[in-house]
């Protein structure tokens, strides 16, 4: 298997708390910076997603945090697509500092709204895949 998608991200000192880590919403942002540079890398953009008729929605996910990040740390974060059947897709993404020490795991599930429907698309893969110009990148 291939390393997965990442993306660097420097921790800013407004997005950390008065213990001077940073804030727990701020890795929801990091993992949601990195899906959207994921679908950019695959050739979809939010625009072409909405146009399909089609928006993703967030279910459910979860955060373990494993070490604390101070402003100016460097890292990655990795988003890696899990597909299975049904309406629902899972993604894995692990917020690690350049010397490798990992600081958060994140796990997400999420789907396809229909957005005239408003009820979840059977196969979201399919839409990605018919929109993606690079769905190897979403691991299709």
Not at 72 to 99: H, L, P, S
């Amino acid at each position: 298997m291939s390393e997965p998608f990442s993306v660097p991200v420097t921790v800013r000192g407004y997005e950390t708390d008065v213990q001077g880590h940073l804030n727990q919403s701020v890795y929801l942002n990091y993992a949601e910076h990195a899906r959207w540079s994921l679908l950019r890398a695959a050739g979809i953009s939010q625009s072409a997603l909405i146009g399909s008729g089609v928006g993703p929605v967030a279910l459910e996910t979860t955060i373990r945090y494993k070490r604390e990040l101070l402003a100016g740390d460097e890292v990655e974060v990795t988003c890696a697509f899990a597909w299975g059947e049904g309406k629902t897709f899972r993604i894995e993404q692990t917020v690690r500092k350049t010397d490798g020490t990992v600081a958060a795991e994140i796990t997400a599930v999420g789907g396809l709204l229909d957005l005239k429907a408003r009820k979840l698309v059977t196969g979201p893969q399919e839409y990605f895949r018919k929109l993606a110009s690079e769905p190897w990148v979403l691991g299709l």
